[in-house]
C-alpha cells in the first residue's frame, strides 16, 4: 500500500510494530523503517496513520 500510494520515509518517517522480528528492518518497496511501540509514545506526533 505504501509503494501505490507514493508513501516513502520522507513522507512517514517510521512505523511501528508489536513484534520484535520486524523491529529494526524496513518495509518492503518504501523502506521505512520499523520501530518498537515506544518510538510513538516518545515522539508524541500531531499525526498517525493506521494500516489495517
Known sequence: MT???GL???LVPYVC????AKQGRLTPGA???VRPPGAFNA????YA???A
Open 8 to 10: 516513502g520515509p520522507r
Open 43 to 46: 515522539a508524541c506526533p500531531d
Open 3 to 5: 509503494t501505490y500510494c
Open 17 to 20: 510494530d508489536s513484534n520484535p
Open 49 to 51: 496513520l493506521l494500516f
Open 31 to 33: 523502506r521505512i523503517p
